[in-house]
């Protein structure tokens, strides 16, 4: 099943080469592709940062990294050594002169892919543009690669996309989304448009509503400072559940392609109609049993008064032919009783039955898209409960789990950032976001923000290891509906 496309030889440099997801994530991911044989022998990996070290004390850093965040691969002994003799390391200074020269020595600059990866706060993305270009680093056919967050709101990514834009074409930037990266939400697409079932029934008319939930076990650990700052809105929300969104919502572009894919999802982002203050539950996690463990919200972020919220649950609309009546509901959190990311598209019940057995069946089709763990989809289906008792309807599941349709290859499918990593070298931008994309996305979540802001809306507090705060359930009981259970 996993069949690997080999990429032309680049040179990535990654700036922030000693952070956070430079370890978890970045060169992790980079190690997996190696083991799978798609970095091509003569690659160059280069981590910069700040501080001074040489290429042996960073290759310690890597080795430590990837045997801590690779989880199982398919590696051979010795595959590690190999995979770090494709590193060096450059002390650079991004706000100052120092390194670059070397930086530029370490680059072969004989016409193979260019990738700078801006593995770093966003503040720092114009001084690492700007000395790039100074040091004359930027060719029209480098790549550069930013994570988000992207912006904090219209203002702020207007900035940034400015900054960047100084330095860099649009067609060289790569906004990463992870979630963009996730297989299933990649199926999303060969679901919906390489299926004739689907796509006729895909509208108002036959689908009552759009279940969206990305649900966290883990709170915000380390990361209380930033986490803070964002909520559940601005870190989960404007991003991945946004971009979730757009892929259910979006009309049938052209083709595959970069920009007709997101085309139509910007024309998405542009037909959200702005949220109703009672259309939104807010909540903060309270402590779990093991309090030292996992405490409450606040004392995880050290703000015994912070307003931010760990959870989010909102009542959507579009104003477009397609969708106008059909509601999407939006609901992430952390500290909510199972990892579990899901797609439920509910059809609507159907317009006569034909059948007595009122009690049983439900009549009403569910499309269920599980993001992770487990991917996979359903579709639950009415039929007749098997033997003598007569025409009694139950709903049953068809059910296509991945890992069983297609075998144990796709139990460890590659992570989401192997994917986008080697989307970049290939030059695909197809799973990035644009620039316009982004600022619209802020457009519509900055109002309700403000909104909070303006109204000194204090979340609400729902226990750890649960489903939200009780408000969350009334939403969704106002209009006759229950969420989709966590599992
Ligand atoms: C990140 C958020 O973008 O996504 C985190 O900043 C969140 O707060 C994470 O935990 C979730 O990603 P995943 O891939 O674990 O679902």
């Known amino acids: 099943v996993s069949r690997v496309i080999p990429v032309d030889t680049f040179d990535l440099v990654i700036f922030g080469g000693t952070g956070d997801l430079a370890r978890r994530k970045i060169l992790p991911g980079l190690f997996r592709r190696f083991c799978a044989g798609q970095i091509p022998s003569d690659a160059r990996i280069i981590g910069a940062a700040r501080g001074e ?19 199982s691969h398919h590696c051979e002994d010795g595959t590690l050594e190999g995979f770090l003799e494709k590193l060096s390391y450059a002390h650079v200074d991004a706000r100052g002169e120092d390194g670059w020269e070397t930086l530029k020595q370490l ?3 004989d016409g193979r892919i260019e990738a700078f990866y801006f593995s770093v706060a966003p503040g720092l993305f114009g001084d690492i543009a700007k000395r790039l270009h100074a040091h004359g680093m930027v060719s029209p056919t480098c790549r550069v690669v930013v994570e988000k967050p992207f912006g904090r709101d219209l203002q702020s990514a207007r900035e940034l996309n400015q900054t960047l834009a100084q330095h860099f074409d649009e067609s060289q930037i790569y906004r990463i989304d992870h979630y963009l990266g996730k297989e299933t939400v990649q199926n999303l697409m060969a679901v ?34 930033y986490y803070d700052r964002s909520g559940a809105m601005r870190d989960m929300v404007q ?61 995880a972020v050290g703000d ?22 059909t509601p999407f509901y939006l609901r992430t959190g952390k500290r909510m009783s199972a990892r579990s990311s899901e797609i439920a598209v509910v059809f609507k019940p159907l317009p006569h039955t034909i059948f007595e ?54 139990e460890d499918p590659p992570d989401a950032y192997e994917r986008l990593i080697m989307d970049v070298i290939r030059g695909n931008q197809t799973l990035f976001m644009r620039g316009d994309e982004v600022e619209a996305a802020w457009a519509w979540t900055d109002p309700i923000i403000a909104g909070w802001e303006a ?29 989709r259970e966590i599992t």
């Open 455 to 483: 109204r000194g809306d204090v979340p609400k507090p729902y226990e750890s290891g649960g489903s939200g705060p009780v408000e969350a359930d009334q939403l969704m009981a106002r209009d006759g509906l229950i969420w």
């Open 357 to 410: 057995d009122v009690e049983h069946g439900t009549n009403r089709n569910v499309l269920a898209i599980q993001l992770q763990p487990n991917e996979g989809i359903t579709m639950d289906v009415t039929i007749k409960e098997p033997g003598p008792g007569g025409m009694r309807l139950i709903d049953v599941p068809l059910d296509m789990t991945f890992a069983e349709a297609l075998g144990p290859e796709v």
């Open 107 to 109: 680059m072969s600059r």
């Open 239 to 299: 991003n991945h559940l946004m971009q979730l969104l757009c892929l259910i919502a979006m009309e049938p572009p052209a083709k595959f392609d970069p920009d007709a894919v997101r085309d139509e999802k910007l024309k998405v982002i542009r037909a959200l109609e702005p949220v109703m203050p009672h259309h939104v539950v807010r909540g903060q996690y309270m402590a779990g049993e093991d309090e030292d463990a996992h405490p409450d919200y606040r004392t």
């Open 53 to 71: 070290m040489d290429n042996d004390a960073y290759r310690e850093i890597v080795a430590e990294a990837v045997r801590e965040f690779s989880g």
């Open 304 to 325: 015994p008064r912070s307003k931010t919220e760990s959870f989010i649950a909102m009542k959507v609309n579009l104003a477009n032919w397609r969708w106008a009546g």
């Open 192 to 225: 919906r448009f390489g299926n004739v079932l689907f796509e006729p029934l895909w509208n108002s008319q036959y689908i009552d509503h759009i279940q969206i939930t990305v649900a966290e076990t883990v709170g915000v650990g380390g990361r209380g400072e």
